[in-house]
């Protein structure tokens, strides 16, 4: 299957991002944070950035301190792609490792009982 113009925008934001959160972020937090997938809308006005963090802790006051930071990871992000329009960031918790974490000790408890 091939990927469209927005997929592949989508895969490069997510590497730079991810290059960014390790190379010139100040916060120690943002540091540990995984950029799970980027959604680009289809004008590449807003992507949406999901993340994970382990151990998921203060997720809210995470997910906040990513949003005010947007501004900064977006501009980041404009000098590292080199393009003359960067979309706006919306940072949101990606709890699909949760669930797989809750699965797997769901998991561990059945086999252990047997």
Same mark, same amino acid.
């Given at each position: 299957?091939?990927? $469209?113009? %927005?997929?592949? !925008? ?9 290059? /960014?959160?390790?190379?010139? =972020? ?16 289809? $004008?590449? %006005?807003?992507? !949406? ?9 203060? /997720?809210?006051?995470?997910? =906040? ?50």
């Amino acid at each position: 299957m091939r990927k $469209g113009k %927005s997929g592949i !925008q989508s895969a490069l934001i997510q590497r730079k991002l991810s290059e /960014i959160f390790l190379r010139e =972020s100040k916060d120690p937090r943002f540091e540990r944070v995984t950029i799970s997938r980027v959604k680009v809308d289809r $004008g590449c %006005s807003f992507a !949406q950035v999901y993340f994970s963090i382990y151990p998921p802790e203060d /997720i809210e006051e995470l997910t =906040s301190s990513l949003n005010n930071a947007a501004g900064f990871f977006s501009n980041c992000l404009g000098h590292a792609l080199k393009t003359k329009h960067t979309p706006r960031l919306i940072f949101i918790y990606d709890k699909g490792f949760d669930y797989s974490r809750e699965f797997d000790e769901v998991l561990k408890k059945i086999s252990s009982k047997d």
